[in-house]
T-cell receptor, first 115, second 113 residues
Framework: AQKVTQAQTEISVVEKEDVTLDCVYE???????LFWYKQPPSGELVFLIR??????QNEISGRYSWNFQKSTSSFNFTITASQVVDSAVYFC????????????FGKGNQVVVIP | DTGVSQNPRHKITKRGQNVTFRCDPI?????LYWYRQTLGQGPEFLTY????????KSRLLSDRFSAERPKGSFSTLEIQRTEQGDSAMYLC???????????FGPGTRLTVL
């Protein structure tokens, strides 16, 4: 069964600080995909990044970066130089190739960026 | 607008009434998913369609819930005899290939009084 754990609930940072969100996942599938979504106060889930289980290369996309480590089943996400517009709930999610790619979400991290 | 759309955006109903929500996916997407999100939680999977076929249903989907996707285009989610516990945000998502992630609509917020 697929499971995603996001331990922190609310994180407050001062604008321009970096913020890192932790995500730990469980899966029995060898082929799976990991995602980060952003849910601003408007409520719509916005796709941010995706990584598949065969590619542990960590990347940077603008102010977003991620650290995928299969050995520890972690998929952490960092926002560099945070801005007030980054205030939102961030969800880590997992889909399995054998599970019709339905998404299993963590409970989310509320990020508050203080100006 | 070429994104996923959902109607209505808000629905308030009395306990025991039936409600129906509609989702229009991105036009070329053959996969469609329904999720439910309660306050302070992540979305939870309800059901999945590939084209017009409903291929998976969660245990969360009681017999009061039914979903359809006629002709493999838009989808409807009906809840019969609503209960207060059904109050939640109902999210629809679509994708072309499950590996590439899902794109979500704005959701329908249901309040059962």
């Amino acid at each position: 069964a697929q499971k995603v754990t996001q331990a922190q609930t609310e994180i407050s940072v001062v604008e321009k600080e970096d913020v890192t969100l932790d995500c730990v996942y469980e899966t029995r599938d060898t082929t799976y995909y990991l995602f980060w979504y952003k849910q601003p106060p408007s409520g719509e889930l916005v796709f941010l990044i995706r990584r598949n289980s065969f590619d542990e290369q960590n990347e940077i996309s603008g102010r977003y970066s991620w650290n995928f480590q299969k050995s520890t089943s972690s998929f952490n996400f960092t926002i560099t130089a945070s801005q007030v517009v980054d205030s939102a709930v961030y969800f880590c999610a997992l889909s399995e190739a054998q599970g019709n790619n339905r998404l299993a979400f963590g409970k989310g991290n509320q990020v508050v960026v203080i100006p | 607008d070429t994104g996923v759309s959902q109607n209505p955006r808000h629905k308030i109903t009395k306990r025991g009434q039936n409600v129906t929500f509609r989702c229009d996916p991105i036009s070329e997407h053959n996969r469609l998913y329904w999720y439910r999100q309660t306050l302070g939680q992540g979305p939870e999977f309800l059901t999945y369609f590939q084209n017009e076929a409903q291929l998976e249903k969660s245990r969360l989907l009681s017999d009061r819930f039914s979903a359809e996707r006629p002709k493999g285009s838009f989808s409807t989610l009906e809840i019969q005899r609503t209960e207060q516990g059904d109050s939640a945000m109902y999210l629809c998502a679509s994708s072309l290939d499950g590996r590439d992630g899902q794109f979500f609509g704005p959701g329908t917020r249901l309040t059962v009084l």
